[in-house]
């Protein structure tokens, strides 16, 4: 049941990508991919988390990407979705809320994550950018300022689980040697 659900929220959010806004991050099924294989990760060293919680809001988090206004939250347009596609699917109210509180506040920004589940998601979408391309991506298109100030956000909250942030300083270290070194925007 748990997996079907899971396949359920897949499909569904690879339809909405496909039929969604055309400037939403052209990446976004790779990096939600990306996001699944650290949760698998954190879910082996956190064995008491809900894997299919985790897993559900992992596939919904950023889904509001693709939809709505390009300019509008996608945590709250994400946890919106969240709560209707969930309600179809006759999940318990009591998990679609956890699900949606997880999507909600994966951004660690005006909602913090509390729930053991919160976190490994924030934590995960956060250490996912270290081993993917979105830097890369970002810093053909944005002002490297900005690029910079996502890693930092990104290094920050995966400062959440302390030994991980230890796990992870090369790999911080050397986005951030390749950012000074990538020709600024003109
Ligand atoms: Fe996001
Ligand atoms: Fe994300």
Not at 165 to 185: N, S, T
């Amino acid at each position: 049941m748990a997996n079907s659900n899971i396949n359920k929220v897949k499909t569904h959010f690879l339809r909405t990508f496909e039929k969604g806004i055309s400037s939403a991050y052209p990446y976004l099924p790779k990096h939600v991919l990306e996001v699944e294989k650290w949760a698998n990760k954190l879910l082996k060293i956190y064995p008491k988390a809900n894997k299919e919680i985790l897993l559900l809001s992992v596939w919904l988090h950023d889904i509001g990407q693709a939809i709505g206004d390009k300019n509008d939250d996608h945590a709250i347009k994400s946890e919106k979705e969240t709560l209707s596609f969930l309600s179809k699917l006759k999940l318990k109210p009591e998990k679609i809320k956890k699900v949606a509180h997880c999507v909600r506040a994966h951004r660690c920004r005006d909602i913090q994550p509390e729930t053991l589940e919160e976190k490994l998601l924030a934590v995960a979408d956060s250490a996912s950018h270290m081993t993917d391309i979105n830097y890369i991506v970002h810093l053909s298109d944005w002002p490297k300022k900005l690029v910079f100030e996502k890693l930092e956000r990104d290094y920050r909250d995966v400062g959440i689980f302390p030994k991980l942030k230890k796990e992870i300083a090369p790999l911080y270290k050397a986005w951030k040697r390749l950012m000074k070194g990538y020709p600024d925007k003109i």
